[in-house]
């Protein structure tokens, strides 16, 4: 079993960077991939970034190409979100969650409770 925990969400100027951290416990983390989800109130939870377990293969959402930056590190079971030149539009509670590589929510087995990042324009 896996157990997920976001941190570093936070309010940020447009144009600002943060950085969010997922960590997590349980012996099966390292041979799961990991992705990151986000929900704004009234909207679907939407597919933002992917790795896989041995972080051979990063995926992205069109939507923050060149913006964000996914990345893990199996010895510390932690796995990050840099996200970079943020826009309002990128407001909304970020999810991680662990499972099979993929873009669906459907795809993953395990996800922590989210973490608030707030963009002001």
């Known amino acids: 079993q896996v157990q997920l925990v976001e941190s570093g969400g936070g309010l940020v100027q447009a144009g600002g960077s943060l950085k969010l951290s997922c960590a997590a416990s349980g012996r099966t983390f390292r041979s799961e991939a990991t992705g990151w989800f986000r929900q704004a109130p009234g909207k679907e939870r939407e597919f933002v970034a992917a790795i896989t377990f041995n972080a051979d293969s990063a995926y992205y959402a069109d939507s923050v190409k060149g913006r964000f930056t996914i990345s893990r590190d199996n010895a510390n079971d932690t796995v990050y979100l840099q996200m970079n030149s943020l826009k309002s539009e990128d407001t909304a509670v970020y999810y991680c969650?662990?499972?099979?590589?993929?873009?669906?929510?459907?795809?993953?087995?395990?996800w922590g409770r989210g973490t608030q990042v707030t963009v002001s324009s």
């Open positions: 969650a662990a499972g099979m590589p993929g873009t669906s929510p459907y795809e993953y087995n395990y």
